[in-house]
């Protein structure tokens, strides 16, 4: 996003903050002027940490895990995508909710098996593994790995055969299908950087390879569409297509997938006007298209794992900021400048995303006025929420920013030496820091200058 273009149709929608529905947490409330979620004033959490800062809603986040364990009528396993966000707090939600974690790389292993959660109940991903990763994986004695190209099933052979042990892996196949997403979080089709294609016979390719090679036990299949789809449709296509290629596993190499992982990239509310596919829709959706697909392969119908992230996480959190500064350039726009910006939300400059806005100290009013929510960064892209509606503001306003609680924290960073926000969970009244505050020594630990 570069320098911004005035929008003269731009006007503020007028709504409060109890109208803006699915993008809040399932525990906000307005009591008399201030914004609650988990029962704490979020105007009074913030005056006590400081802003920038990430709240998220523990009861929203359990609420969306138990939809996902409810919605299928099929044996299914739901996986966590830890890339949404990840800390230990949230690891021990999923273990206490008895669900699996699909984790990205050596680090969220760390994280995963620094809270004690279950290493048999993880699945890792990544499209280079390195061998220092694959090791302490298989190592860890992790649940699956998905294998992403013919190099790394060599490598797994390899480092598994050494230690004496058979690692269950799934093949990352490519169904060649194009979900209606941003181009830089389609994943599914064929011209993709994950994955094996079915057209060009890497598929095959691979499952030869994996059936030939010691020290792997080939389980099954994953794919991943991409990320934030409203539109559930193309998985029905997918599931044929997965189903097709099954059934040749099972005719040429007597090897049926029992596992059949989908990946996540269910879309969720950013905007009150968004209105993406439920859960509950998404579950008919997979019962009934599974059931048909694999209804004549000739092998038992696969278990199920499905990846939510987005959807578990980005309606659970809110970032708080403080107002600094107000510039009202008239006929242009109005800039309020924010104590954040890109370097705890990369998502706007990344993806143009768009996200609700409401001032905590004055969520009973009518959001009646268009601003742009302005960071701190030396970036003229650097901006949170353009032409946005919030409540008159003021210096000194605390802004909350809606449905931050997926790709924000986990994609942060330390531009302009700004140390990264803390994250606090809230419950039932509660406020528990689980992250602390970045500091300047924190940032000068690496620096051995």
Not at 148 to 171: H, K, M
Not at 213 to 229: A, E, F, M, R, V
Not at 260 to 285: C, H, K, N, V
């Amino acid at each position: 996003m570069g320098h911004l273009v005035p929008n003269p149709n731009a006007q503020a929608d007028g709504r409060t903050t109890t109208e803006l529905g699915a993008v809040l947490p399932k525990t906000a409330e307005v009591r008399t002027s201030r914004l609650f979620v988990g029962g704490v004033d979020l105007v009074e959490l913030a005056r006590d940490q400081g802003t920038a800062l990430y709240v998220m809603d523990v009861e929203h986040i359990k609420h969306q895990l138990t939809s996902y364990k409810e919605a299928f009528d099929l044996d299914i396993t739901v996986a966590y995508a830890g890339k949404a966000f990840l800390n230990k707090a949230m690891v021990r939600i999923l273990a206490e909710e008895g669900c699996y974690l699909d984790v990205s790389g050596g680090g969220e292993l760390a994280i995963a098996l620094a809270a004690g959660f279950d290493p048999a109940h993880v699945i890792v991903h990544g499209n280079n593994k390195t061998v220092q990763e694959l090791t302490e994986a298989i190592e860890a004695g992790v649940g699956l790995i998905v294998v992403d190209c013919l190099e790394e099933i060599e490598r797994i052979s390899r480092i598994a055969t050494e230690r004496g042990i058979e690692q269950p892996v799934l093949l990352r196949i490519k169904p060649g299908v194009v979900a209606d997403t941003h181009d830089y979080i389609v994943t599914g089709a064929e011209d993709s950087k994950f994955g094996f294609g079915i057209t060009d016979g890497m598929a095959e390719q691979a499952v030869r390879t994996a059936l030939e090679n010691p020290g792997l036990k080939l389980k099954g299949l994953h794919i991943h569409l991409g990320s934030q789809i409203f539109s559930i449709r193309p998985y029905a296509e997918a599931l044929g297509v997965l189903a097709a290629f099954a059934e040749l596993m099972h005719t040429t190499y007597q090897c049926a997938p029992e596992i059949l992982d989908l990946g996540g990239g269910l879309g969720i509310a950013y905007q009150a006007s968004d209105e993406p596919a439920t859960i509950a829709e998404y579950g008919r959706l997979i019962t009934q298209h599974v059931t048909e697909a694999f209804g004549n392969v000739g092998a038992p119908e696969p278990t199920i794992i499905v990846e939510p992230g987005r959807s578990i996480v980005a309606n659970a959190g809110v970032t708080l900021y403080t107002v600094g500064a107000i510039k009202d350039l008239k006929g242009i726009r109005c800039y309020v400048a924010i104590d954040g910006g890109m370097t705890d939300n990369i998502r706007p400059a990344l993806y143009d995303a768009r996200y609700e806005a409401v001032i905590a100290n004055k969520a009973n009013q009518a959001r009646d006025t268009l601003v742009t929510l302005a960071g701190k960064h030396c970036e003229s892209g650097d901006m949170i929420a353009v032409d946005a509606s919030i409540q008159t503001p003021e210096v000194g306003d605390i802004v909350a920013v809606l449905g931050t609680g997926a790709y924000n924290a986990t994609m942060s960073s330390n531009y302009n030496a700004q140390v990264r926000p803390a994250v606090v969970f809230v419950e039932q009244g509660a406020a528990t820091v689980v992250q602390r505050r970045e500091t300047y020594e924190d940032l000068l630990r690496r620096d051995l200058g």
